[in-house]
Each structure stands twice: as C-alpha cells, then as structure tokens.
C-alpha cells in the first residue's frame, strides 16, 4: 500500500472574499453662509468684550490701595495721595484734611479716609488693620542759639556792641520760633530795643518778611576775659602757659582787680585751686635776689664798669631796689636787681663814685 501524500497549495494571500467591504463615495459637505445679521451680532459682542478687557486688565494689573503709617505733613493740607499709596494720579492730589499745627501731631481714623476714597469713586484701600493714622507737621525749630545771634547782630548794628563781648539771657523757658520747612533765610531781630542802664532788650524774631514771627525779651550781659587756672598751684611754684587759660566771664560778676592774662614765669604768692579767678597780688616775679645771698654789685658810669662782691639785706624781684653791703669796704649801697644774683648801682655823686671804687673793685673792659 502506498502512503497517502497531503496535498501542498501555494501561499495565497488575497483575502477572501466574504470579508471584503464595498467602498462607498460620500459627497464632500458644503459650508452654509451665515446670514448676515448673526455676523453683526458676533462682531458686535468681540468688540464689547474687547473694549471690557482693555478697562479691566490695566486695573487688575495696578497695585491695590492701601493706608500710609505715620505721614508727615509738610503742608497745610492733606491729600488723598498724603495718606493713600498707590492712589491714582487724577485724584492723589484732592484735598481731604487739614494738617496740625507747626511741629504739632494728630491723628486721622482710618474708616474716614477710606470713606472718603469711595466718596471720590475709587475702589477699596486696605487699611492693614490700622485704626488711625498719625500725622506730624514738619516745621523749621529756630532755637534759643538762632535766636541769640539774631539779638546781638541787632545790638551792634543799633547800638554800636561788641557781639564777642555780649551773652543774651531770654526770659521764658528757652522760646522757639516755628516756621514751614520752606521758609529760608537768615532769622532777623525787628523793633529792637535797650536800655543801656537797665540792660534788658525786646524784639521781634522774625523770618521771611514777618511770614514766621515771635515777640522775645531778655537781658544783655556784658562780658570780658579773665585768665583762669586750669590746675593748682602751690605757694611759690612758677607758673607757665599751660597752665593758665582766657575765658569770658560776666562783668559783673567778675572781680574788679581780675587779671586778663598771667605772665609766664611769675610764681604764686599762696595756694591757688584750679578754676581760681586770678587777681592782681595773686602772682608775681621771682625773687632773683635772697636775703644774704652773696651777689654781684655792678657800677656802671661814663668810660667805666666795675663790678665787686656784696651780700644782700634783703630779698628782692626784677626791678625791685633792695640794700647790699659791700663785702670790702663793708659800706650799706642802694642797688636795683638786675638779674639772678646780680645788682646794679649808678653814680649819685662824689660819695657814690668814691665808694664804688673801694678795694676789691675790678674793673670791666
């Protein structure tokens, strides 16, 4: 018996016919015209919606308003823009509140300003959860120093004072003068007066053309300088420029004899503290001559010097005439100190020249 063989078919792949669909052409749809009242409509409604838009995005786009902290004033009125940042430009400027006084401060309730931006039809202002708001007046101080110097610029002009000699003293507790920040100019003294006797003076403070003004009275002091001592001294101790200093002081109230300067080199005839006032008979000169000091006797006269040795019988300062005794002839000479142990006498007549020219004398070429 012969084995049956399969039968073997070639690779078909064309698809049968049974899933096979037929193609159908469908017409292409065509677009309507829209009527042309609907168009108008839809054109109409983009360009309100365009028009809203272009109100609305600047306004959503700027920054929200919102109440100010402490203001300062520097005018007589406050504005909206004075309390409100970020308020618009065509209202910032519309007065809403008087400002304080010169240099006063006051206060504003927060739910006033924020009626008063709805009464001017600007939206809402954030308050920041304040309650009020504190306004200070600026003001320029003119103070008891500008006020001074006005007086005695004005007491020189009128009454011929010396300005670096004088010392004001205003009545009241120290006035000041308040004026707007943009009143300039040097403060001036109007309608001055003085009593020489009596001293006191009265004026008008004045600045701007009487724009800021205020009524002062005071006393002159005159004054003068005295030398003052800026440590202690002992008895006897030389002084020297450090340690005195000028300093001016009330006429009045300083001592008639008071010194105006110390000389450098004069030594303290008692105790001084520092600050003492120093008085004539407070210093003088050294004693350049002691009491039994041996010292040199010059004799001068026309064509001739000697010099010869004596002892002093007194002490004695530059300038100061003291007794010597002439340490040869042991004769009592009249001298004048003239320098550290050294005294001169000068020809009175024939007993002066006769005793100068005593043994011991040596003459000086």
């Given at each position: 018996m012969y084995a049956q063989t399969p039968a073997i078919h070639d690779v078909d792949d064309r698809p049968d016919l049974a899933d096979?669909?037929?193609?159908?052409?469908?017409?292409?749809?065509?677009?309507?015209?829209?009527?042309?009242?609907?168009?108008?409509?839809?054109g109409l409604a983009f360009a309100a919606f365009a028009m809203i838009g272009a109100w609305t995005l600047p306004a959503l786009a700027e920054a929200p308003m919102r109440l100010r902290g402490d203001v300062t004033a520097r005018g007589d009125v406050l504005t909206l823009g004075d309390l409100v940042e970020n308020a618009p430009a065509a209202a910032a400027a519309r007065p809403l509140f008087r400002a304080p006084a010169l240099g006063a401060t006051g206060t504003i309730q927060a739910?006033?300003?924020?009626?008063?931006a709805a009464s001017a039809g600007l939206g809402p202002v954030e308050t920041g959860g304040r309650a009020q708001v504190s306004v200070q007046r600026a003001a320029r101080r003119v103070a008891a120093a500008e006020i001074e110097a006005a007086l005695k610029r004005g007491l020189q002009a009128g009454y011929?004072?010396?300005?670096?000699?004088?010392?004001?003293?205003?009545?009241?507790?120290?006035?000041v003068l308040l004026a707007p920040t943009d009143l300039g100019g040097q403060v001036a003294a109007l309608d001055l007066t003085y009593d020489p006797r009596t001293r006191r003076l009265a004026g008008l403070i004045s600045l701007g053309e009487r724009q800021a003004s205020l009524r002062v009275t005071g006393v002159a002091v005159e004054l003068r300088e005295v030398a003052v001592l800026v440590r202690a001294v002992g008895r006897g101790e030389r002084l020297t420029e450090a340690d005195?200093?000028?300093?001016?002081?009330?006429?009045?109230?300083?001592?008639?004899?008071?010194?105006?300067?110390?000389?450098?080199?004069?030594?303290?005839?008692r105790a001084l503290a520092v600050g003492t006032v120093l008085r004539s008979g407070d210093t003088a000169p050294p004693e350049l001559v002691a009491r039994g000091e041996m010292v040199t006797i010059l004799y001068e006269a026309p064509g001739i010097t000697l010099s010869m040795r004596g002892i002093a019988s007194e002490p004695g300062r530059l300038g100061a005439a003291v007794n010597v005794v002439n340490a040869a002839s042991k004769k009592v000479l009249q001298a004048v100190v003239v320098g550290q142990g050294r005294v001169s006498v000068s020809p009175a007549g024939p007993q002066r020249q006769a005793s100068a020219a005593l043994p011991g004398s040596t003459a000086l070429r």
């Open positions: 096979l669909k037929p193609i159908v052409r469908r017409p292409t749809a065509r677009v309507a015209p829209m009527p042309f009242a609907v168009a108008l409509r839809a739910r006033r300003i924020v009626d008063a011929g004072l010396d300005p670096t000699m004088l010392s004001v003293r205003l009545d009241g507790e120290g006035p005195v200093t000028l300093e001016r002081r009330p006429r009045e109230g300083a001592p008639q004899d008071a010194l105006a300067q110390a000389v450098p080199g004069e030594v303290a005839q």
